[in-house]
């Protein structure tokens, strides 16, 4: 599985400063290893339970979407953006890793949408 190869130590839990349904768990690396959700958000994604893939590539971004809403605001951290339909930030649809080099791309491809 995807959590058994991936090595790392959790040194800080980091609330998403636009958003406080999202806390991030950043590794000694300053990579966020862990995301959990809550309120909102831990409703939508419980869509997806039992889910193994669930990214999709264009190019050099990975990307998980909650929902088929269109992306209105970016929040960029860590070499993730978290993508919301609103201006507020509070409509969370999913995020999008955009540095490759930050993030094992072999551990993503294998929870790639076929």
């Given at each position: 599985t995807l959590s058994s190869t991936a090595q790392y130590k959790i040194q800080l839990t980091?609330?998403?400063e636009v958003n406080e349904y999202l806390e991030?768990?950043?590794?000694?690396?300053?990579?966020i290893?862990?995301?959990?959700?809550f309120g909102p958000?831990?409703?939508e994604l419980s869509k997806l339970a039992g889910s193994t893939?669930?990214?999709?590539?264009?190019?050099?971004v990975?990307?998980?979407r909650l929902n088929e809403q269109e992306v209105n605001q970016k929040f960029h951290y860590k070499g993730i953006d978290f993508c919301f339909s609103d201006?507020?930030?509070e409509s969370f649809v999913g995020l999008d890793i955009v540095d490759l080099n930050k993030y094992d791309t072999s551990l993503l491809d294998q929870i790639l949408i076929p």
């Open positions: 980091d609330e998403l991030l768990d950043i590794d000694e690396q300053d990579r290893v862990g995301i959990e959700v958000i831990a409703l893939q669930m990214y999709t590539k264009d190019g050099n990975y990307s998980f201006e507020k930030f």
